[in-house]
């Protein structure tokens, strides 16, 4: 069988046998009037082609997820701008589906998973909107100028896995998603406060208040506290807490605003019971900026109160991270840490100069400089393709920085994590999971702390305690970061699960397969494993390339130098591993 990895779209028209039973020969001109002048041009103009062409509907198919939602969206608002306001009853109103996934070429059709995921899909999706797959989601961050919702985990017919799915509201209707089982234990949400200080720019310092609060609630284990970028990512969206609570499994939320001005803040906070909508706890702190920390920890003292119905012993306080000595330091951290997942041009430049900046204002403060190593460590990886390490500048700097926030405050879980994962990228093993074990025992609900703890028994040999660590991180982010699926391909991979490790490297790498040679070269060895030769040679070809165009290292290096650089950069501590991913790689091909 030939497969490829496919965008598809699945447009069926809402009540269709309805409009013919009311009148056929209107229903069928107009929607073959529709098909000829608007569906199938469309799609062409977007590098599509139509597979399948049915009465009351389609099947088409894409190179590009962005092309096939940017589509999908032209589609329905030419459709929505030639029916008439005045007779709803009559229009045709299609509902679409879309999925990126596996696909099997028979002749001039598509069959299997990648097509009937976007075909239920369609058929769950409101009239007039779109509904997307989480694997084609992941895809769109900052492509495409739409509101595009989180619309929960949803049971397909006849497959055993949900599906994350997203939905965009063209029609303006509501997407009432079925209930999503709570996490174990009290789970509670903290939404991003609302920055009521009147000036946008202000808005970072609302969310680092925020995200601290999110950090000091995570370091009590009676709570399952949800990760950042699942709250975060449900910021504005106009849904009553209830809602929320089922969309993010939470049984409890906080919301609250945050007023600054000149020397004085403002926080408002209060805590839902999201099933009922009861409110349990509300107040307001109306403090000097010199005294913000405090009032956080009073916040979070607060609140696991009344969630966890104890009182916070004063020991655990002393657990705390140290709070910088100076707040200028803080806010300038809080600036950069808000550029640091941005990788436009000059992002990570300010993101820099901000770090620095805070460190040299406090000496003393930790964060600052966990910030820089991330930066440095960012900055290895993408321009330092075949430098070896111990001669690698930003490598080298990452470590300092990480050893540097260290040596400032060891009782900081985030620092202790730092430390640990910079350490692997060293290869350093023994160490490494001296910090990642310290920094999950410290902080077992922080979910950023527990995918690198998962990849981290992956590299030491441990895929299948990994992939449990990875299955609670990814529980506590249910809307997780798709850097999440880099670490989790691989703890399949190394458990022999390589169907499902091909899967999640094709999603990773469907639109940018020459800007991702890592991830290419572990998906040449998935597809060599499973006997797909042509698929692995194809990838294998693709990484060579890409890798010999960015290559920073020994002039003279060839192929089997490119593949020792990428078996020494996955960190893999035993024989077996290595030996299982060098397997693959050789019968793609390469001189592994």
Not at 118 to 146: M, N
Request: with cysteine.
């Amino acid at each position: 069988m030939q497969r490829r990895l496919a965008a598809i779209i699945v447009a069926d028209v809402v009540g269709y046998s309805r409009l013919v039973e009311k009148d056929e020969g209107r229903t069928l001109s107009t929607l073959s009037r529709l098909q000829a002048t608007v569906l199938q041009p469309l799609i062409t103009r977007h590098d599509g082609r139509v597979v399948k062409l049915m009465g009351d509907g389609l099947i088409a198919e894409f190179a590009s997820i962005v092309e096939a939602v940017s589509c999908a969206i032209t589609i329905q608002n030419a459709v929505a701008a030639q029916n008439n306001p005045s007779d709803t009853s009559s229009n045709i109103v299609f509902r679409i589906g879309i999925n990126l996934g596996d696909v099997v070429v028979e002749g001039e059709d598509l069959l299997g998973d990648g097509v009937n995921v976007a075909a239920r899909l369609e058929q769950l999706c409101p009239p007039g909107d779109i509904l997307i797959s989480g694997s084609a989601y992941e895809h769109l961050a900052g492509k495409i100028d739409a509101t595009i919702e989180y619309a929960g985990e949803q049971q397909l017919k006849n497959l055993s896995r949900p599906i994350r799915t997203y939905h965009l509201p063209l029609s303006g209707s509501a997407f009432v998603s079925p209930k999503v089982s709570t996490l174990t234990g009290p789970a509670i949400a903290v939404l991003p406060f609302e920055n009521m200080s009147g000036d946008p720019e202000q808005v970072y310092f609302s969310d680092g208040i925020t995200e601290d609060i999110i950090t000091e609630l995570a370091r009590f284990t009676e709570l399952m506290v949800i990760a950042r970028t699942s709250s975060f990512a449900l910021r504005g969206r106009a849904v009553d807490l209830r809602e929320i609570g089922r969309l993010l499994g939470a049984g409890y939320a906080v919301e609250g605003s945050v007023r600054r001005a000149g020397n004085r803040v403002r926080i408002t906070v209060q805590l839902v019971e999201t099933i009922g909508g009861t409110h349990l706890w509300a107040d307001r702190y109306d403090r000097s900026i010199e005294d913000i920390f405090a009032t956080q920890e009073e916040i979070a003292q607060n609140i696991v109160a009344m969630v966890a119905q104890r009182v916070i012993d004063n020991n655990e306080l002393t657990s705390r991270r140290r709070r910088p000595e100076d707040v200028r330091a803080y806010d300038l951290f809080l600036q950069g840490n808000r550029l640091s997942d941005d990788f436009r041009p000059g992002a990570q430049e300010r993101a820099e100069a901000l770090f620095e900046r805070a460190a040299r204002t406090d000496p003393s403060f930790a964060r600052a400089h966990t910030g820089l190593a991330y930066i440095y460590l960012n900055r290895a990886s993408d321009s330092g393709i075949g430098v070896p390490r111990e001669r690698d500048e930003n490598r080298i700097k990452a470590l300092r920085s990480a050893e540097t926030a260290f040596s400032l405050d060891p009782s900081d879980p985030r620092v202790q994590c730092t430390l640990g994962y910079i350490c692997l990228t060293w290869r350093d093993f023994k160490r490494a999971e001296h910090h990642l074990n310290l920094a999950k025992s410290m902080n077992s609900n922080d979910a950023t702390i527990l995918i690198l703890w998962a990849w981290m028994q992956g590299a030491l040999g441990r895929a299948e305690r990994g992939l449990a660590g990875a299955e609670i991180a990814y529980r506590m982010n249910p809307l997780y970061p798709s850097w999440y699926n880099y670490y989790k391909s691989r703890l399949l991979f190394l458990s022999a699960r390589y169907s499902e490790a091909a899967l999640l490297l094709e999603q990773r790498t469907f639109d940018t397969p020459d800007r991702e040679p890592r991830d290419m070269a572990w998906r040449a060895a998935s597809y060599a494993h499973l006997d797909r030769i042509e698929d692995a040679e194809r990838c294998a070809e693709v990484f060579l390339n890409a890798v010999s165009a960015r290559w920073c290292g020994d002039r003279a290096a060839g192929p089997a130098d490119y593949v020792n650089w990428l078996v020494d950069v996955s960190y893999l501590s035993e024989d077996r591993d290595v030996l299982r991913l060098r397997v693959g790689l050789r019968r793609a091909g390469l001189p592994a």
